[in-house]
């Protein structure tokens, strides 16, 4: 009798689960596609490369980040759902190719979820002040070397 694994639900637990079937630990784990096995898209939050876990305590606040995996059947497609690194919360599936094809409505899920109103928050149009880059060229002239900034 072959027993049936179930994949885990939550991100942090998705994302350890991947790096087990990615470096298949178990026989049971080599006959899964790690491709096709939901984790956190590299370059979001917590999609570190590690299969052995995370922090054992998860963030203390709602933490958006971005799962992924290839549709399975269809190489070229990806499905994408927002995730959540403090708690369990996962949101719907969208399909798509990424590079705004699916992932941004995912993340934006996931941002609804950690950030309720952030949609409502007005958009920063114009910086108050100027940012001054210091001369770094001329070690002579006495002033700020290196990669000081400061605000005027």
């Not at 630990?25 to 995370?54: E, M, N, V």
């Not at 054992?56 to 980040?65: N, S, V």
């Not at 934006?108 to 979820?113: R, V």
Request: net charge negative; glycine share 12%.
């Amino acid at each position: 009798m072959i027993a049936t694994l179930t994949e885990p639900t939550g991100a942090r637990a998705r994302q350890t689960y991947y790096w087990r079937v990615r470096n298949a630990r178990t026989r049971a784990l080599a006959k899964q596609s790690a491709a096709q096995t939901w984790h956190i898209q590299p370059g979001h939050p917590d999609g570190a490369y590690c299969d052995l876990g995370h922090e054992l305590d998860p963030p203390a606040h709602h933490t958006p980040t971005l799962l992924t995996r290839s549709r399975p059947g269809r190489r070229d497609e990806q499905e994408f759902r927002g995730g959540c690194l403090a708690c369990g919360w996962e949101g719907p599936v969208h399909r798509g190719h990424g590079y705004g094809d699916g992932d941004n409505t995912a993340i934006e899920d996931a941002h609804d979820h950690a950030f309720p109103g952030w949609r409502a928050l007005p958009a920063v149009a114009k910086a108050q002040g100027e940012w001054v880059l210091p001369d770094t060229q001329n070690a002579d002239d006495g002033g700020v070397h290196g990669a000081d900034v400061r605000r005027q």
